[in-house]
């Protein structure tokens, strides 16, 4: 299973539900991502945030048919567009 890493540890979702990776010759399940939501993408935020210097970079992976993907990072709404 993968997981997301935040802040140099492998860490499940906070909602704990995944998605699963289908093979296409067969269609059989061969893994399983995490289905993260706003509030994962805020602790990756707020990880980067607190060590500058660790030269952090995150990847955002969001829906296409999904509307934008807000957040709170300290008091402000940021909104990611699909």
């Known amino acids: 299973m993968q997981t997301n890493f935040i802040a140099n540890e492998a860490v499940a979702s906070v909602s704990a539900r995944t998605l ?3 093979d296409p010759s067969d269609g059989r399940v ?4 995490q ?3 706003a509030r994962d993408v805020e602790a990756a935020v707020h990880a980067c945030l607190r060590d500058p210097s660790s030269n952090a970079v995150m990847y955002v992976v969001v829906r296409r048919d999904a509307g934008p ?3 709170l990072i300290d008091g ?3 909104a990611v567009e699909p």
Request: glycine letters at 0%; zero cysteines; aromatic letters at 12%.
């Open 35 to 37: 289905r993260s939501d």
């Open 69 to 71: 993907l807000e957040f």
């Open 30 to 33: 061969f893994d399983q991502l």
């Open 20 to 22: 699963d990776v289908l």
């Open 76 to 78: 402000r709404t940021v």
